[in-house]
C-alpha cells in the first residue's frame, strides 16, 4: 500500500466517514446527499422517501484517536462546526464521529463472504446547546449508547415525520 501524507490521511479519513455514513444509511433504506460546498458545517443530508419525506443534515467526523470514556466519548469539536450545529434550524442537524483504527490497513476488512468497516459511529443532536467562549474548539461528550446505527437511523427519522426534536 502506498505511503500517505498527513493531510492525504485526513481526507482518506473524511471519505471513510461518508462511506460509512453512507452504508449505515442504505441498510436502512435512506438515501444520502453530499452538497457541492460544506456550508453552516454540513457534510451531507440523510433523507427517506416516506410521508413528509423527513430530513436530516449531518457534520461527518473521522478520529483514530482513543476517545472512549466510561459512558461517553469526548470529542474535540472545532468551535465553527459547535457554533454551526447548536443554532436552530429547520431541518434537525447531528454530528456524526466514526471511531477507526490507528492503522490505515484495518479499516477495513474484506474476504469473499464479507466486508467489515471496523469500528463504530455515533450520533449526538446539539440543538440547543449554549454559546461558549472557546476560540478554537470545544470538547462534546457523546453517550456511547447513541450508536449511529440502522435501527437508530430509523428512529431518528421516525421522530423527524412526527415533528418531534432530535
Known sequence: MARTNHADSNISKERFSLAYIRAVAAHAGFYTDEPQVDRSS?????RA???RGPRIEFQAKATSQDIHREDHLAFSLPIGNYRDLSQEAMVPRILIVVLMPQERG???HQTSRELCMRHCAYWLSMRGQPPVPNTTSVTVRIPV??????EQ???LMEK????ELV
Do not use: K, T, Y
Open 160 to 163: 423527524v415525520e412526527r415533528g
Open 145 to 150: 449508547a447513541n450508536i449511529f446505527g440502522s
Open 106 to 108: 484495518q479499516w477495513l
Open 153 to 155: 437511523l430509523s428512529d
Open 49 to 51: 422517501d416516506f410521508g
Open 42 to 46: 454540513i457534510d451531507g443530508v440523510l
